[in-house]
Structures are given as C-alpha cells and as structure tokens.
C-alpha cells in the first residue's frame, strides 16, 4: 500500500508521497510513486500514484512514452485540465489491455493518481485520477487530496490545513500527516518524497527525499509526540457527577 497527499493553496502545491509497496510481509520494497514533468519556465506537472505497483507503472511508463512521439503528452498539453484528461485516457488504455488478464487472476485493476502543477497562462491546479480515467479538481473548498492510507494523516490535514496555508507551513502539515500515517501502518513505509511548488515559479527544484535518519523529520516526530501527549493531559478529566447529572 501507499500514502500519498497533494495540497493545494493560493501559494502553489505542496505533494507528498512513501515509498514502501508490499505483497506479504516477506515481499516489502521501495519505489518512487512521484513522477514529475517539466519543462522549465513553461510548466511543472507531478504526478503521485497509489494501487497496484504494475498498474501505476505501466501508466506511468505509458506517460513518458508519449512524450517521445508525435501526438497528445504532458509536455504539450494546453493546460491542466487536457493534461488530466490525458492521464486518464492512459489509464484506460492500460485497462483495455491488462484488465481482463488481470481478472483471470481474480486481481482487480487498482490505481488512483494525483496530478498537480501549473502551466503558462492558468493558475496552479490538482486532480484526483481515479482507476476509471475519470477525475474530480480540487478547490479553495476542497485543496487537497489523499490516495492510498489516507484515514491516519486525515485528521491534522482537515485541522490545520486550509486554502491560505503558506507554503512551509503546508509542507510541515503534510509531513505530520505522514508521521501519523507511518505510525500507524506497516504498509506505509520511508524513505519520503517531498516536492514544494511555489506559484508561477514554473520549477521543482524545491525537491527532498527524506530518510529515516532525516534530523527535521526525527525532530517533527518527538517533538510532535510530545505535543499530543502533553495537550491530552491538559484535557479536563471526566467528571463522573457532572455526566450523570445531565
């Protein structure tokens, strides 16, 4: 499994995304699940994928194959939302091959993608690509979106996180999702992927790969422990008179 998160806020995007894909526990390995399109001053795409591991390569390496031929690819997409269609029309491609065989197996075609970036000429954008080809754009109501284990890093996204988070404070936010993630599934796993992307910036060169020896992930970490720990035991106590009364 995976956990992968994109924000999206009046200051640019923030994507977020493990590494860790298993099939049992003695099938545990690492693969990068952000893939990032650029074509410098004119526009940065990312793409984060979640599912089945052979699935969201064979788009992923389906993408890329466009873009050395003539025709439809991310690199010339008008803007985001041709290049979304476009990421899903390659998805369905790749069902029109595999799925059937994969069924044979009882498997079932299990992908869904983030696609976020900007293009000259339109405001930063992100889409949610599900395992269909369909998608649905995210909002100053909605600005982000989760694939894979998203349950655990939920909460602190819907608290904390809104339209006009700056873009650090975004990225801080994200990372705690993963920490709350990895903390509490197995399936999820480092090293992390993290790409900040300021608006109209048109680079992503704002890129990290973070280990489990990272010295501001290991301080995120206790040093977030510890908030929660000590806000719980501020918390008034249960008073037992007070509940029965009412």
Same mark, same amino acid.
């Given at each position: ?21 298993n ?90 993608f983030? !696609? ?27 600005p ?14 819907d ?5 006009a ?9 994200a ?7 990895l ?11 993290? !790409? ?11 890129r990290?790969?973070?280990g ?35």
């Amino acid at each position: 499994m995976t956990y992968c998160v994109g924000m999206l806020m009046e200051a640019g995007l923030v994507f977020l995304s493990d590494t860790r894909t298993n099939a049992g526990v003695d099938q545990i390995n690492t693969f990068r699940k952000m893939s990032v399109f650029e074509q410098a001053g004119e526009r940065v795409l990312v793409l984060l994928s979640a599912g089945n591991l052979a699935i969201t390569q064979a788009v992923v390496s389906l993408l890329y194959e466009r873009q050395a031929k003539e025709g439809e690819s991310l690199l010339k997409a008008a803007d985001m939302f041709e290049a979304a269609r476009h990421v899903g029309d390659c998805v369905r491609e790749v069902h029109r091959r595999d799925a059937e065989s994969l069924q044979a197996f009882s498997i079932d075609f299990n992908a869904s993608f983030l !696609l976020g970036g900007q293009i000259q000429g339109e405001a930063p954008r992100l889409f949610n690509i599900y395992a269909a080809g369909n998608f649905v754009e995210s909002s100053a109501d909605t600005p982000y979106f989760q694939i894979g284990e998203s349950k655990y890093g939920k909460p602190i996204l819907d608290r904390v996180f809104t339209w006009a988070s700056p873009l650090e404070e975004a990225a801080k936010c994200a990372l705690i999702s993963m920490d709350s993630t990895l903390k509490s599934n197995l399936s999820v796993g480092m090293p992390l992927d993290l !790409l900040c992307y300021p608006r109209d910036s048109f680079s992503g060169e704002k890129r990290l790969r973070i280990g489990a020896d990272d010295p501001y992930f290991k301080t995120l970490h206790e040093a977030w422990g510890e908030r929660i720990k000590q806000a719980f035991s501020e918390l008034p106590a249960l008073d037992w008179e007070q509940c029965k009364g009412k």
